[in-house]
Nanobody, 123 residues
């Protein structure tokens, strides 16, 4: 069974920093794009940052210059370093990955999600 497990998160004051990590486990053939999404109360889930296997990154305008996404392909892990946090960054943060698995001698693509971790930024 392939799964993503997030760690990090918690409460922090505005202006502070927080780091998240997410590990993919299971029988994985390869991992393509990985990313972080967030969902604030009463709002839709939105992309925060994404990174390709080769390291190309993409950020939401609201976090550019403050958040940094990175990954360690050897460890099947993606990270999110969040600096200069604002109260509006408060949300549940979800890890996402596009993975390829081998089943019955065939490759299958899957889009998997972590269960989420809460980040609360107080003013």
């Amino acid at each position: 069974q392939v799964q993503l497990v997030e760690s990090g998160g918690g409460s922090v004051q505005a202006g502070g920093s927080q780091s998240l990590s997410c590990v993919a486990s299971g029988t994985i053939f390869s991992i393509n794009d990985m990313g972080w999404y967030r969902q604030a109360p009463g709002k839709q889930r939105e992309l925060v940052a994404a990174i390709t296997r080769g390291g190309n990154t993409n950020y939401a305008d609201s976090v550019k210059g403050r958040f940094t996404i990175s990954r360690d392909n050897a460890k099947n892990t993606v990270y999110l370093q969040m600096n200069s946090l604002k109260p509006e960054d408060t949300a549940v943060y979800y890890c996402n990955a596009e993975v390829t698995i081998m089943q019955m001698d065939q490759l299958h693509g899957m889009d998997i999600w972590g269960k989420g971790t809460l980040v609360t930024v107080s003013s």
